[in-house]
């Protein structure tokens, strides 16, 4: 095994969006138990050193506000990805 990079490239997934798009595109609840095979395939394809997922779980009352630092509207998402320099 390779020893960890000085600088690695962490992708994060947010899995509730991510989930959603999913269970949208296969017409049927996707968990993370169930993602297809190909689905992490095209992740490892990414070639990053690690792969982090988050879920965020929102009370009802908050999905009737904004969201958080951003004017997001109520059930609204917004993905943010940031790559490490290499070298």
């Known amino acids: 095994m390779n020893p960890w990079p000085k ?15 999913l269970s ?6 996707v968990t993370l138990a169930k ?10 394809d990414l070639k990053v050193d690690a792969v982090t997922g988050q879920m965020y779980e929102r009370s009802g009352d908050e999905m009737c506000n904004p969201g958080l630092y951003v004017d ?3 059930w609204g998402y917004h993905v943010l990805t940031r790559w490490l320099p290499m070298g």
Not at 11 to 20: D, F, G, H, K, S
Not at 24 to 29: D, F, H, L, T, V
Not at 35 to 44: L, Q, S, Y
């Open 7 to 21: 600088h690695p490239v962490i992708y994060e997934v947010n899995t509730w969006v991510w989930l959603q798009e």
């Open 24 to 29: 949208q595109e296969y017409k049927s609840p």
């Open 35 to 44: 993602v297809p095979r190909e689905r992490w395939d095209g992740i490892a």
């Open 72 to 74: 997001l509207p109520p």
